[in-house]
Nanobody, 126 residues
Framework: QVQLVESGGGSVQAGGSLRLSCAYV????????MGWFRQAPGKEREGVAT???????NYADSVKGRFTGSIDNAKNTLYLQMNSLKPEDTAMYYC????????????????????WGQGTQVTVSS
């Protein structure tokens, strides 16, 4: 059974940093696509970063230059390093995994993903 478990969320002041981790079990291969998503109260879930099996990343414009996604396949763990955090980054953050790519491209559409973690809260105060 596939499971994804996020950790590393918390409360920080604007300008601070956090590193999220997502450990996955139940799947012995490299996921074609993995991603980080976030959902703020009253808003739709949005894609923050995607990572393909080769480690290629794709970011939302709102986090480019501040967030860095990475994957350690030996540890079955996905990471999101978040720097220069802003109050508007406040949200529940989720990791997700997909069996699919579109000719190697990983979409930031949540509907593309098959498995989800339970989420970890990130709160950034001004």
């Amino acid at each position: 059974q596939v499971q994804l478990v996020e950790s590393g969320g918390g409360s920080v002041q604007a300008g601070g940093s956090l590193r999220l981790s997502c450990a996955y079990v139940g799947y012995s291969y490299s996921w074609p696509c993995m991603g980080w998503f976030r959902q703020a109260p009253g808003k739709e879930r949005e894609g923050v970063a995607t990572i393909d099996s080769g480690g290629m990343t794709n970011y939302a414009d709102s986090v480019k230059g501040r967030f860095t996604g990475s994957i350690d396949n030996a540890k079955n763990t996905l990471y999101l390093q978040m720097n220069s955090l802003k109050p508007e980054d406040t949200a529940m953050y989720y990791c997700a995994a997909s069996f699919r790519t579109d000719r190697g491209y990983c979409y930031k559409d949540p509907a593309w993903y098959n498995y989800w973690g339970q989420g970890t809260q990130v709160t950034v105060s001004s």
